[in-house]
């Protein structure tokens, strides 16, 4: 039998039980099948499609902890005049990491050709992603209705 998971902590008490690594994407889930690390399958069963982040953690309904780890994926690092291009890919309300020296996009070929039209220095790499959260530093940039989740 699959256990449950019907509540995500955004912290571990003591140490996880296990972990599930998800894609930036696969982390916007309300109901899904996961599988954590050991391979043992395990149901998300949330009130509401939930923005989940690296560090998250789902208490199964027989109390283990699975925390969540953010997958490796495939990713851009974009570097040039910044604040312009942080800007752009604003506009386009793109989730995006904001780094010291660069900014971090998901790799996609439209998106490639835009900065690199700006002037902007792009270089594929394949890393685990963690933008900055929505409007006030929480949640997900989704489009211009912000009043519900768009599926992805």
């Known amino acids: 039998m699959t256990a449950t998971a019907y509540h995500l902590h955004n912290h571990v008490h003591g140490s996880p039980d296990d972990t599930v690594s998800l894609t930036y994407d696969a ?3 309300r109901r899904k099948r996961l599988v954590a690390k050991s391979g043992e399958p395990f149901l998300v069963d949330l009130p509401q499609t939930t923005s989940v982040n690296a560090g998250d953690t789902f208490v199964l ?3 283990r902890q699975f925390q969540v780890v953010a997958a490796d994926e495939p990713l851009m690092k974009v570097t040039g005049d910044l604040v ?3 800007w ?3 506009n386009r309300h793109a989730p995006c990491a904001m780094l010291q020296d660069a900014l971090v996009v998901q790799r996609e070929k439209v998106m490639r050709a835009m900065l690199e039209q700006l002037g902007a220095v792009v270089t594929d790499f394949d890393g685990p992603f963690n ?3 929505g409007a006030y530093g929480h949640g997900r940039t989704m489009g ?3 009043s519900h989740a768009h599926a992805h």
Do not use: I, Q, S, T
């Open 144 to 146: 211009h209705d912000h």
């Open 131 to 133: 933008p900055e959260g």
């Open 61 to 63: 309904e027989d109390g």
């Open 88 to 90: 752009h890919v604003g």
């Open 84 to 86: 312009r291009l942080a």
């Open 27 to 29: 982390r916007l889930l």
